[in-house]
């Protein structure tokens, strides 16, 4: 009779831990994508990029695009045609800003999820790459096992000069600015010369040239910029912006908190960003990649392990040319 008391005890207490564990990864959970319509253009914000977006829908024929589309649905019967719109959507992003740098990790397992569906259309795939690229774009396996947060904050920089982000542009690759960027890189573009900045950070090639030398220029300012700030000593040098759709106006204080409180980087951005941001729960939210984080493709979710919320991570980044990625 004791040892049956002892089992009934051993079983209530190890339902009772499951069903915490559960109950909580479903407080975890992402919320679902928006219905909203897709911005234009791919809602590039800088007209040296939007030849880019233009020559990209070139590249990408209809019927590809049909094709990638009906795998995607059929493999994944959880998405909707308006969530694999968004998804798609972000990847197309995601390739424009392959042909502006040498190198782009792949920061969202969605994102990941579909870029893998179209290579298995090898021929449609091979033809879009030299179309857009003069070479063939390659998913190249990232062989980090921890986050590397420096690489996300530089495309985050990067993407947010670029593009303009939607709601559900943060859903599908997780709050940004969350990180500082490197001080490497920021070494690098107070000190090096555009050419060699070219050479080092940016894909070769005439075509996103203009676009290049603008992001150049500018987180070149935003160096100086953070420079003359913190010679002025003042307590609070940026203020709360009102919207996320004013994301871009965070750059300067980015990298300023990057160069002169990178240890305390959180708290300090925390302070500058959106309310709205501050109530959707990925406040102070580490980014991580490779196979620090597990993604479930199939639903909004995405986890890292240790506990901390994941930007949809993936063990993915994209290279030109040859089979590795340019060092950067």
């Known amino acids: 009779m004791a040892g049956f008391i002892v089992f009934i005890i ?3 207490f190890i339902f009772g831990m499951a069903v915490s564990i559960i109950s909580g990864n479903k407080g975890k959970r992402r919320p679902r994508l928006y ?11 800088k007209d040296a990029a939007k030849p880019l977006a ?3 829908e070139k590249a990408l024929s209809d019927g590809f695009q049909s094709n990638i589309k009906n795998r995607m649905l059929k493999e994944h019967p959880s998405w909707s045609e308006k969530h694999f719109d968004w998804v798609f959507f972000e990847l197309k992003r995601f390739f424009v800003l392959s042909s502006i740098l040498k190198s782009v990790p792949m920061f969202s ?11 298995m259309f090898t021929r449609d795939y091979e033809d879009f ?9 390659h998913h190249t396996p990232n062989m980090e096992i921890v986050p590397i947060p420096g690489e996300r904050a530089f495309f985050d920089w990067v993407y947010l000069q670029v593009f303009s982000p939607a709601r559900n542009s943060r859903l599908i690759w997780g709050e940004f600015l969350r990180t500082p960027i490197e001080q490497g890189i920021l070494h690098d573009f107070r000190t090096k ?3 060699e900045l070219l050479a080092k950070y940016f894909r070769d090639g005439e075509a996103a040239r203009e676009i290049q030398l603008y992001l150049i220029r500018q987180l070149k300012n935003d160096i100086r910029e953070a420079e003359m700030t913190f010679s002025k000593n003042e307590k609070k040098p940026f203020t709360r912006i009102s919207s996320s759709h004013d994301m871009s106006m965070l750059l ?8 002169y409180e990178h240890d305390d980087y959180s708290s300090h951005i925390e302070e500058v960003l959106p309310v709205e941001m501050m109530k959707s729960g990925y406040a102070g ?5 490779g196979f620090a984080c597990s993604t479930d493709h199939d639903s909004d979710s995405g986890s890292c392990s240790g506990g901390a919320n994941c930007s949809g991570g993936s063990s993915c980044s994209s290279c030109g040319g040859g089979g590795g990625c340019g060092g950067s």
């Open 10 to 12: 051993v079983f209530v």
């Open 35 to 45: 219905a909203d319509e897709l911005p234009e253009g791919l809602g590039i914000e």
């Open 54 to 56: 233009q020559h990209l």
């Open 109 to 119: 397992g969605k994102v990941d999820a579909v870029w893998h569906e179209m290579l």
């Open 129 to 137: 790459s030299k179309k857009f690229y003069n070479s063939f774009l």
């Open 193 to 195: 010369s555009e050419g």
């Open 252 to 259: 300067p204080a980015a990298v300023f908190f990057s160069i």
């Open 285 to 289: 939210a580490t980014s991580c990649s």
